[in-house]
């Protein structure tokens, strides 16, 4: 068989840092991509809840290791890759996923420190890591950046002024990336995150959401993995600048389900078909 249509990645011996994986999409992508045999750096601001996921990782035979750093913080940015390069040697992807979604305010309730802090942790965060990674990549001949967009780069959320200029931001950021990036081999894309219950919702809830969703549910972390594990792998080795939405359809509609003409509680039965 020819070896090129036989290249899916296990990330066998590759270096992952993935940034706020504590918890939520960012816990279930460095669980998963330590299940196909990377080396997960766990990052996070809070060094109890990564270590954590590093004892969950370990404890399932994988290789993981917690840096806390606050992304930022370019010297805190700067110790953290410090670190990775001490512990494994180098970094073959990273994954930007920290950042900031509330706190929820009104454009007239905002502050200059609220709309400072969500920028310079969710946009700077990204811009941070990734010059941090990106020589390191360079040097070592190739890599790959993985940031982490939202539907709210090409659509707004109410009371989300902030978030989604950031995520305006990092759809920007990937593509310009990617172009002064790509002569190095390194590949740039982002991930665009749907409505996913990353804090436990109540059942109401998740029905309430999931009404909105064309595939009639709510998307869990774990339902990001597969969309990170193909972009990190030899298997989008001629994608980049691009961005993958993860969102159960949403975008693709342009009234949700619950005020459209024909909703979906008026679509034909399965038994009648």
């Known amino acids: 068989m020819n070896e090129s249509l036989n290249r899916y990645a296990s990330l066998d011996g590759k270096v992952v840092v993935v940034t706020g994986a504590a918890g939520g999409i960012g816990r279930s992508i460095a669980e998963r991509f330590a299940g196909q045999d990377a080396k997960v750096v766990v990052n996070d601001i809070d060094a109890d809840a990564a270590a954590g996921v590093v004892a969950s990782i370990t404890d399932a035979g994988g290789t993981a290791i917690s840096v806390v750093a606050d992304v930022s913080d370019g010297d805190s940015v700067a110790a953290m890759f410090d670190t990775v390069m001490a512990e494994f040697g180098t970094v073959d992807v990273l994954v930007n996923n920290a950042g900031l979604v509330s ?35 360079a040097k070592a001949g190739g890599g790959n950046i993985i940031n982490m967009s939202s539907g709210g780069a090409t659509r707004a959320h109410r009371a989300f002024t902030a978030y989604d200029a950031t995520k305006g931001g990092i759809e920007a950021l990937t593509r310009a990336m990617a172009l002064d990036l790509g002569p ?28 909105n969703v064309p595939l009639g549910r709510i998307g869990e972390p774990i339902d990001m993995t597969g969309a990170a594990l193909f972009l990190a792998s030899d298997d989008a080795s001629y994608i980049t ?29 399965v038994e009648d078909l």
């Open 184 to 211: 190095y081999n390194i590949r740039v894309n982002a991930l665009m995150p749907g409505s996913i219950d990353t804090s436990g919702l109540g059942l109401d809830d998740r029905k309430l959401r999931g009404e």
């Open 241 to 269: 600048g691009d961005v993958i939405k993860v969102d159960g359809g949403m975008l693709a509609q342009q009234r949700s389900a619950t005020v459209d003409i024909k909703p979906p509680s008026d679509f034909p039965k």
């Open 103 to 137: 706190p929820m305010l009104h454009f007239f309730e905002a502050d200059e420190a609220w709309w400072r802090k969500i920028i310079d942790v969710n946009l700077t965060g990204h811009f941070l890591c990734s010059h941090k990674a990106a020589r390191i990549m």
